[in-house]
């Protein structure tokens, strides 16, 4: 296995420390519960909002902690749900007078882990509210989902709460806002190579030399079919019309855009899709209001992209805009 | 070949239109000259900062234009030099009263370009001084150089002369602090795999299922020796110590510190190889006093990792910590 690895076993919270040490005022490590959280939270004037999903997708979410963005992220192992007493003692750490909010992206292990959680915590006194993201349009199920997959559009719900959440809002708004966000996004990906978790040490899917998947899952799940690769514009145009259809647009909407790397595709060939992707959208009248080009949620070193969108509106473009920090930042 | 391409000659220009669509008020792409500059350059007021060389090491350099870094960026085709014609249009484009400022990292080609380019700018009267970067401890010469290679802590000499450009400093002062940016900043990177050139289409050097490069170049070039895999502290332990000892340190000192990727892995990677270079650091009683964990300069979708350490001082401090925005940001 050719990566950056030790202790395979130890991999997640080797890179956590490493959030931490490369973050010393903004964060803290807690490897009781695997546990990255703001060393400022909890804050009793603010909801605090915890993301719990498998670690492998970074930078979400641990890297998405930080002002404006999320209080905590509670991951489990690499494309495992962290243990419901994780998620327990991450609630009660992070509890505040006004509430507690928790962001689950819709796989049945993160489901499961996270009602269990709820219950137990809500017994020891913590106020809660969920909100679920689906917007992979990819399948209807999954390998691991009853209903669609959480993925790339996970960062807009993120980014509007933490930013709601940093104006005050009450945790019974957050969870309308969070399912308005999660309402108008929409995603697919596709995967031109297999990622390689470190536990397993080989690939964990095979796709021949010439086979890229189709509306594949960022855990490697099965998407919609196994095509032959073609050029860029031809294979996005099938992520863009299958997004794009989702959702009932008009001439003169306006969108956030995302291409998002799955890990192992440079950023130059993302701005290459992007500049097709906006070429496109514009002629069917639909301008680009906010764009984001770059790794948002990977799939370790998967070779590939998703591409997501978001139909704006103006609470939704100032939400977007706020001031915000976190780890995964350029400078 | 699996990758993001429509036609391999084509991959530069529509990057780059991809990166002037996402970023449509802060720059504009002048196809011409293959050139990505501010909207709101040059000014009269501000040193031009142009960075010149090929591309495929994104986001250095076509993403690195905004405020507060470069004020153009003038590629050449993946691993090329950009034509010494396009140099000089480019500086004439930038032209602005206090002068224009090319930073060129440490490659025959490049060198020959803007030496070139500056001469016939300079015949047409524009005032131009060149810094030149050399951060690479690896190897002495090397397949396109004489003398060290340029490559990620090109970053900094970008940062800091952003910064004191954005301040007015003039052109003189401006190739002083590039030449002392350069004189602290220190190198080395080793690849686990190779990378596909669009136009190659294939691997650029093989490199066994156990085997490494250390100290490869960003074009895929040899470094000191190839090794067997092995864990990623030991690995990474090697790059500091040939970094760290390349410069006199004392205890006391404190620096900034860059785990670069080189296209291919995962962040969180990175942010474990961060946690150790932090940790080892500590032990040798050297401090960190800024970090930045991500893809700075890469070679395509080249799986590996660069360690640039600087040596900073208050005036250094100031200079990278100053604000600045780019296309490659995450927000």
């Known amino acids: 296995m050719k990566k ?23 964060l803290r490590y807690v490897p009781e519960y695997n546990l990255i959280m703001r060393a400022d939270a909890p804050r009793d004037d603010k909801v605090s909002i915890i993301q719990g999903s498998g670690s492998g997708h970074e930078p979400a979410h641990v890297m998405a902690v930080g002002p404006g963005m999320l209080d905590a992220a509670c991951p489990g192992d690499v494309f495992a749900a962290p243990p419901s007493d994780y998620v327990v003692e991450t609630s009660k750490l992070l509890n505040s007078d006004k509430g507690v909010l ?4 819709n ?25 679920l993201v689906d917007d992979d349009v990819a399948v209807k199920d999954s390998t691991y989902t009853v209903g669609r997959r959480g993925v790339a559009g996970n960062f807009f719900v993120i980014k509007a709460l933490g930013a709601a959440s940093a104006d005050g809002a009450d945790l019974d708004d957050l969870v309308a806002l969070g399912q ?33 998947e189709m509306g594949v899952g960022i855990h490697g799940e099965p998407g919609r079919r196994r095509e032959k690769v073609r050029s860029a514009d031809e294979m996005i145009d099938e992520l863009l019309e299958a997004v794009v259809s989702d959702l009932p647009y008009s001439s003169g909407d306006e969108v956030a855009v995302m291409v ?40 370790l070193e998967m070779a590939g992209c998703s591409l997501t969108l978001v139909k704006l509106d103006d609470e939704l473009k100032q939400l977007l805009a706020a001031p915000a920090e976190i780890a995964a930042r350029i400078f």
């Open 260 to 299: 998002n790397g799955l890990g192992g595709t440079p950023i130059s060939e993302l701005y290459l899709v992007y500049g097709h992707v906006h070429d496109e959208l514009h002629k069917r009248g639909i301008a680009v209001g906010r764009s984001y080009v770059g790794e948002y949620c990977t799939s």
């Open 102 to 105: 928790h962001i689950i992206n």
């Open 4 to 26: 950056f690895v030790n202790d395979p076993q130890q991999f997640v919270p080797e890179m956590l420390q490493g959030v931490a040490l490369a973050n010393p005022t903004m």
């Open 107 to 131: 796989y049945t292990g993160d489901r499961l882990a996270f009602d269990m959680g709820r219950e137990l915590a809500e017994a020891e006194g913590v106020k809660i509210g969920t909100v």
């Open 180 to 212: 308005r966000v999660n309402s108008v996004t929409r995603s697919m990906g596709m995967a031109l190579t297999s990622c390689i978790p470190p536990a397993k040490g080989s690939a964990l899917f095979e796709l021949g030399d010439d086979e890229v």
